[in-house]
């Protein structure tokens, strides 16, 4: 599980201290718990899920400044559908449903989103969204805020929606790895009734 420690990965300076530091102190998480999720996953819509770890590979110069894993139904990648992420930034971890990087279908998935934002009101009071991967923000869910995200998705063909919770870095959860695995793994339950409807998509 990740700890306190996890997060002090992104003070390391440079690309091969940092990466080496990703590899033993964060991806042998991603695994604990992408592995577990995409048994549940695959459970419940009744076809595989696979693990694609992060590794950053196009890097050169400029170590990373989070790092992720993504659970999805394609074997060879994640971005060009709805996806699951686990993944940590100095501040926080999140766990997203993730729509990002221009995936196939995107203006049917803001539409029909936008037809059922009923449903988003049955996830739990600390859920929040991102609306761009390579930043650290999040706003929370709002009526307002979820309307601008969705409707941005539609018309705006960069346009990106994450959503689901975040664990901040200084959690006492972390001191309690049962708890925290717990609180993961609910999260992601959560999120399910959003995936299938994408999945009609």
């Known amino acids: 599980m990740f700890n306190e420690k996890s997060f002090t990965v992104f003070t390391i300076p440079g690309l091969e201290a940092r990466m080496a530091a990703i590899r033993s102190e964060i991806q042998p998480v991603f695994t604990a718990i992408g592995n577990p999720t995409c048994e549940m996953l695959a459970q419940h819509f009744k076809h595989p899920f696979y693990l694609h770890i992060a590794q950053h590979r196009r890097r050169t110069v400029h170590p990373p400044e989070n790092t992720w894993a993504a659970m999805s139904e394609g074997k060879r990648g994640y971005k060009m559908s709805a996806h699951f992420q686990i993944g940590i930034w ?47 923000k999040t706003v929370p869910l709002t009526q307002e805020n979820l309307e601008h995200a969705l409707l941005r998705l539609s018309t705006v063909k960069k346009a990106e929606f994450q959503i689901g919770r975040i664990i901040k870095n200084k959690d006492e959860l972390w001191h309690h790895p049962a708890k925290a695995a717990q609180y993961i793994e609910e999260t992601y339950k959560e999120l399910l009734p959003l995936y299938a409807l994408l999945q009609d998509v």
Request: zero cysteines; proline letters at 6%; hydrophobic letters at 45%.
């Open 90 to 136: 100095p501040e926080y971890v999140f766990m997203w449903l993730s729509i990002i990087d221009q995936p196939k279908r995107q203006k049917e998935m803001a539409a029909i989103l936008l037809k059922n934002t009923a449903i988003f009101d049955r996830l739990p009071a600390d859920t929040v969204m991102s609306l761009d991967h390579t930043k650290e």
